[in-house]
Every structure is written in C-alpha cells, then in structure tokens.
C-alpha cells in the first residue's frame, strides 16, 4: 500500500477560506430568499475588469497564437525576457534599487511561490510567522514536515508566532530568539498595516546577525499611499543578502483569473548547507523552476507587460484608487456603527475590532446573518487576531456602499 504524506493530516479545520465557503452555502440553503442580497466582503478578490490596456495586449497576443509565424509553444520557465526586464526596470531600477532582469522570476501566482520556496529551504530552519497574517506562510510550512501538531488555539509546534497587536502598530517585532526563516508581509493581509523605514531596518539588521533569511510578501505595495513607506525591502541596506521578494499582478492589475506574479531572489543571497557551506539560493531556485514549472503562458506575460506600458499605468492607478475609495467608504461606515476600525489606508482591506463579548466567528455569523454581508473572521489568520473581523474592499461602489448602510443598522 502507498503511503500519504500524514503531514496534511496536522492540518486543522481546513483551509480558511474554505470554511467560509462552507459556512456561506450553509446560510444560502437554508435562506434561499437572501441569496440575492448577499455581498462579499471575504476573500480578498478584485471585481473590476481589467484594465484596457490588458485587454488589448490580450487580443494582440491571441491573434499571434493563431499565425504560424508568430505562435508560441512553451517559454522560458522564469518568463519572457522582455517581461523580466519591464519588471526590473519599472518596479525596482526606476526607484534606484538593484534588481537585475534575471534575478526575477515569472510565476503564477505570489501564494504558489511562498509555498514553492520551501523546496530550497531546509527542514532544519527555525520558522518565525506574523500573528494575524495570510494562511498559507504556516499551512505550507505544515504540509512540508516542518511543524509538530497543533494545540488547541490552532498554533504549532516548531513555529514561532510574532504577535501584531494593536501595541507594536500589527508590525511585527524582531523576536529575542533565533530564528532562520522569516515571513513579513507588507502592507499585511489581514490587518492593513505597513513596516516604516525604520521597522525594515531592525528586520534586516536582525536577519544579518543571525544569518536569517526573510520571505517578504509585497503584494500590496501598490496600495502604500502614504509617504516615506518602502515598497520593497530591497529599500533597505543589505537586505539583498538577507531577503527574497514576492510580488503578484493580482491586486494591482486585477490579475487573480489571469494568474501572474513574480519572485526576487538575488544572486548575492546565501544560505547554509548541511556541512556548513554557505551557497547560493538563485541558481536553486531556478533550477526548481526549470523542473518543476513550465512558466505563465504567452498571452498572460504579454498581458503583464501591458501594465508598464503609459496608459497601462494609469489605468493601474485609476483601479487603486477605486478599491482604496472603497476602503474610505466601509471605515466611515464601520465607525458609524461604533466599532473600532484600522487599515484602508495602505492596503484594500480594513480591520475591525469585534464588540464585546464576540469571537470572530461569532461576528461573522452576525453579519452574515443580520446583513447579508460575508466578511473574514480574524482568528482564521492567528490566534492575535480573535477579536478582530477583516472587510475587503475589493467591491463596486455601490456594493461598498451598501455593505457600509448595513453596518450602520447592526444591533451587536
């Protein structure tokens, strides 16, 4: 007989978002009449269409694929060249910051990359994770052996939580301990918040005193609005001998059907061997690419590249600018309502805090319930986050709207 890999067994109450799924379909069977009514305000998914500049670069790619002369079989698995060098050039050389064109890597999405990455790390690594923060940095790290079981809250063994709590801002503190591989997302997923300047810098100072490896999240960097907020880590003095990069078209372009990202590793970026040696991660990274990917396909690479074009740019701008309006609209209405609410400034998502004598989830069924409305219960993020509810705002305006009109006439 096979055997499975029981570390999916470790796994605890499925996958967050799925269990929302779950608890939606539930409402909708046995309230069929309010099915119509329902808005979604949970999983962080966009609802505008994309931008037109995408849709042209769309059609002209498909055209290409239907002539002999100009059809496209299978691509470099790290992606076009012309891609790689509009994404080195635009997001990180055109702000002073050295990326080279083959230091980027193409993939399919940022969330298969923080998983994927875990290939060329080893099982040995002390795991440090934000608390509340995305699923998928612990879910993927449970899945390659690298945790025990978990307790009761849902925390495991063999990861180390940094609390993000209203006190440190939900940033992250460097912790007293050593730890070898780090994940910071900023702005973070679920609270909103960004990492100052002067945040980074502990970070990576903290990385190079103890030879540590940070997996920075930046897909929302397109979102800081306010000023002096790096975009990326590559910002901060030495960071490209301590940190790989993630960034994804999802939010900004609108991407999450179309399924385009991308990964920075630098070629000065060391990790240690099993016999102590200290090698470097890109050609493993890229010799995990060509092994196990077959790259983004043609037409989406072009439809990427479309992004950096003039009007590209813009059109990219004007999206920001209607889910960040959105934001404003449900933090007017979520105070109105008298609850306590952060985020929506830097990143399409607000943060609220439950009132009294609510769970998150108790929350999330009120107002599924009483508004029709689905939201993200904080504890499905870490156990910092019972207490607290995410919005997204990735809606139309009317929707945004509404959602906020509701709020407004909940009874808690």
Not at 46 to 60: R, Y
Not at 110 to 127: P, R, V, Y
Not at 362 to 387: C, H, M, R, W, Y
């Amino acid at each position: 007989m096979a055997y499975l890999n029981d570390n999916y067994l470790k796994l605890k109450a499925g996958y967050l978002f799925p269990e929302i799924g779950r608890r939606v379909r539930a409402f909708t069977e046995a309230n069929p009449d309010a099915a119509s009514r329902l808005i979604r305000c949970g999983i962080g998914d966009v609802t505008e269409p994309l931008p037109p500049a995408v849709i042209k670069a769309l059609h002209l790619a498909v055209d290409e694929m239907g002539s002999r002369e100009t059809f496209k079989g299978y691509g470099p698995e790290q992606g076009y060249d012309w891609l790689r060098h509009a994404i080195a050039k635009n997001d990180f050389r055109r702000h002073g910051l050295d990326v080279a064109d083959d230091e980027i890597f193409v993939s399919d999405g940022s969330k298969c990359d923080c998983g994927a990455i875990l290939d060329i790390l080893g099982g040995k690594n002390e795991i440090a994770v934000p608390d509340p923060v995305y699923p998928v940095y612990v879910d993927t790290n449970v899945m390659a052996g690298h945790t025990g079981e978990a307790n009761e809250s849902g925390a495991y063994s063999g990861i180390h939580y940094l609390p993000c709590t209203l006190e440190n801002g939900f940033v992250p503190e460097p912790p007293s301990q050593h730890v070898d591989v780090i994940y910071l997302c900023s702005p973070n997923n679920p609270t909103g918040a960004a990492a100052t300047r002067p945040q980074l810098e502990a970070w990576v100072q903290y990385a190079h005193e103890h030879g540590s490896i940070i997996l920075f999240d930046a897909a929302y960097e397109a979102y800081i609005t306010e000023p002096g907020i790096p975009h990326s880590i590559y910002e901060i003095d030495g960071a490209r001998e301590c940190a790989i990069e993630f960034r994804s078209f999802s939010k900004n372009g609108g991407f999450t059907g179309l399924r385009c990202a991308l990964t920075v590793v630098p070629k000065s970026l060391t990790a240690r061997t099993a016999l102590g040696e200290s090698k470097a991660l890109h050609p493993l990274w890229n010799r995990r690419m060509t092994t196990k990917f077959n790259g983004v396909s043609y037409v989406t690479q072009r439809a990427a590249e479309a992004l950096y074009s003039t009007e590209g740019q813009e059109q990219v701008r004007d999206l920001i600018r209607h889910y960040l309006g959105n934001a404003a609209v449900l933090v007017a209405g979520a105070k109105a309502a008298g609850l306590t609410v952060f985020g929506g400034t830097n990143a399409p998502y607000i943060w609220v805090s439950t009132p009294a004598n609510y769970t998150s989830w108790a929350a999330f069924d009120k107002i599924l319930n009483d508004a029709n409305v689905v939201i993200t219960p904080g504890s499905g993020f870490g156990s910092q986050g019972e207490g607290w509810f995410r919005v997204s705002a990735f809606n139309s305006r009317t929707n945004a709207e509404e959602v906020a009109r509701r709020l407004k006439l909940l009874q808690w």
